[in-house]
């Protein structure tokens, strides 16, 4: 009798908008588990390093699975993600969390499902409803070391976390849940990170989490009901 996933009964719609909520989940921990880290590891070394654990990973999960090579019409667009989410987001939120909180970045993070979503149309043709620009805008409103001797064990869990769940295992979920779903619908569940995030902040780090802060990544809950409602 052939096996089906508890997600095979679902279609494909609820299931990117489940893998992508999933995804969200993971990368809620990645500017606190980055601030953690950035106390004690040079930002540039950090990004670096995260980086090459997550590609030696990944290049074993290939091998495992048999996957295709990429074909070459799909390289330039893999440089351009690369370039963005290895190297230019990770080492971006790594040099500000020296200066600021990972509550206050958090609220920075609103911003992404808004971009997510004119890329997909830009890039990926897609046309949502009107409606649904006006919640995902509404939604917007947030705005190597030395020695290793000295290195606390939360450091190293947290470069352990940016290098394999935000790295890694979150961009699985993550992307299949842009293919299935679509990439500006499912993009804005990204509204629910910052919700996500701060409460990490509050409980791991125990930084101030302002009820302004609370009430906005709250409101955006309903944003994402919007935006899925009227994003196709």
């Known amino acids: 009798m052939e096996r089906t996933s508890p ?30 880290a950035v106390m004690e590891f040079d930002p ?4 670096m390093i995260r980086a ?7 290049l074993c999960l290939l091998g495992v699975f048999k996957e295709k090579r990429p074909t070459r019409q799909q390289s330039a667009p893999l440089v351009i993600v690369a370039l963005g989410v290895v190297i230019g987001f990770p080492l971006l939120t790594a040099l500000a969390l020296q200066y600021v909180t990972s509550a206050h970045s958090i609220v920075f993070i609103g911003l992404l499902p808004l971009a997510t979503a004119v890329f997909g149309v830009l890039r990926g043709g897609e046309r949502p409803r009107p409606v649904f620009w006006l919640f995902s805008i509404l939604g917007s409103l947030l705005l190597a070391p030395s020695t290793l001797s000295g290195i606390s064990l939360p450091a190293w869990l947290s470069l352990g976390y940016v290098a394999v769940f935000s790295m890694l295992i979150g961009f699985v979920f993550w992307y299949r849940g842009l293919a299935q779903g679509g990439i ?20 791991l780090l125990h930084e101030q989490v302002s009820l302004g802060m609370v009430l906005v990544t709250v409101a955006v809950i309903g944003c994402v009901a919007g935006a899925k409602k009227f994003a196709r």
């Open 52 to 58: 090459t654990l997550a590609a030696l990973l990944g």
């Open 184 to 203: 500006a619908a499912v993009g804005q569940l990204q509204l629910l990170q910052p919700f996500f995030g701060l409460a990490l902040a509050a409980g």
């Open 44 to 47: 540039v070394f950090l990004t």
């Open 7 to 36: 997600l095979g009964t679902l279609d494909s719609s609820t299931q990117g908008w489940i893998n992508g909520f999933i995804g969200v989940v993971i990368f809620s921990g990645s500017l606190p588990a980055t601030r953690l």
